[in-house]
């Protein structure tokens, strides 16, 4: 499978620890993105990352997330100090930025729930 | 502010009948429209998309129309199946500064398609 890959699919934590996610995205493509969605509503955008350039944070990644893309190719979300209205599925998207708007392809997403 | 609206959390149709999705967009600088479906536990897959310069995007079933002027956009499946079954999300992008192709979505539209 090619596809957009994420891990882990499920994660139940206790609130105030800490969590990471990785998202491996379609090879060769240079732009990956993360959303989150809560329960009723659509994707949400957190960030986006243009090879290995992180070159726009959403408002709602607040200090306590970071993420990374080293070398372009895979990421990491990492949640620090977890609060409970951080759960969510967090969803990963890649696309190969040729055009002016090329259409995203999604990972089926982590599901985070904090206790 | 919620920029793109489906107000129809919900919709029945039956096999082989025409199944509409709406979609109101009210920010101008939109310019990409897209159509994201999702089966539950799974991450949106891309259905269909279309620029603002087109007002129709035809693709087997699927057809989308655009009307600018009323800020909406709409779904048409022909025939439905009843393996349509599932949410669909309008999505839009614009270069509106920040991360070019940035997706904002909508609230979605869960579809039930009858045998």
């Known amino acids: 499978d090619t596809g957009v890959s994420q891990n882990p699919r499920h994660k139940i934590t206790k609130r105030g620890q800490n969590v990471t996610f990785r998202c491996d995205p379609i090879?060769?493509?240079?732009?990956l993105y993360w959303y989150r969605q809560t329960l009723g509503q659509g994707p949400e955008f957190l960030t986006y990352?243009?090879?290995?350039?992180?070159?726009?944070k959403s408002r709602l990644l607040s200090d306590r997330f970071s993420a990374e893309r080293p070398k372009g190719s895979f990421s990491t979300l990492e949640i620090q100090r977890t609060e409970q209205g951080d759960s969510a599925m967090y969803l990963c998207?890649?696309?190969?930025?040729?055009?002016?708007?090329?259409?995203?392809?999604f990972g089926p997403g982590t599901r985070l729930t904090v206790l | 502010d919620q920029q793109v609206k489906q107000n129809s959390p919900s919709l029945s149709v039956q096999e082989g009948r025409i199944s509409i999705l709406n979609c109101d967009y009210t920010?101008?600088?939109?310019?990409?429209f897209l159509w994201y479906k999702k089966y539950p536990a799974e991450g949106p897959t891309f259905l269909i998309s279309?620029?603002?310069?087109?007002d129709k995007n035809e693709d087997g079933r699927f057809t989308v129309f655009l009307n600018k002027s009323a800020k909406h956009l709409s779904l048409h499946i022909v025939p439905s199946q009843p393996g349509d079954s599932a949410v669909y999300f309008c999505?839009?992008?614009?270069?509106?500064?920040?991360?070019?192709?940035?997706?904002?979505f909508g609230t979605g539209t869960l579809l039930a398609v009858q045998p």
């Open positions: 998207a890649s696309s190969l930025g040729v055009g002016p708007y090329n259409e995203q392809f």
């Open positions: 090879s060769e493509h240079n732009r």
């Open positions: 990352f243009q090879n290995e350039a992180q070159l726009e």
């Open positions: 920010n101008s600088m939109f310019d990409y």
């Open positions: 279309i620029s603002s310069i087109k």
């Open positions: 999505a839009a992008t614009g270069n509106y500064g920040g991360a070019t192709n940035k997706l904002i």
